[in-house]
């Protein structure tokens, strides 16, 4: 059974940062392509970045690229998002996702 577990997020001011990590179990989590959603209120989840199952290859929406960072600990099963520079309008609840299998998710507030 697929297990995807997020944790990290918070309230944080304008400009500041956090770091999301998800923790996978259930599958091959190594050859797996992996990615980051979020669901803002009253909106439609949106796609944030991706990274390949060797780490080789990332892609990112155009709203976080240089701002966000994903990465992978294929050891560990580990998936994160480096989150810099936030903006009120990155507050949402973000999602780890394989395939169509996700976690429950971890709220980010950008607020002052």
């Known amino acids: 059974e697929v297990r995807l577990v997020e944790s990290g997020g918070g309230l944080v001011q304008p400009g500041g940062s956090l770091r999301l990590s998800c923790a996978a179990s259930?599958?091959?989590?190594?050859?797996?392509?992996m990615t980051w959603v979020r669901q803002a209120p009253g909106k439609r989840v949106e796609w944030v970045a991706s990274i390949s199952g060797g780490a080789l290859s990332t892609d990112y929406a155009d709203f976080v690229k240089d701002r966000y960072t994903i990465s992978r600990d294929n050891a560990k099963n580990m998936l994160y998002l480096q989150m810099d520079s936030l903006k009120p309008e990155d507050t949402a609840v973000y999602f780890c996702?394989?395939?169509?299998?996700r976690g429950q998710g971890t709220q980010v507030t950008v607020s002052s």
């Open positions: 996702q394989r395939d169509m299998s």
């Open positions: 259930g599958f091959t989590f190594g050859r797996s392509t």
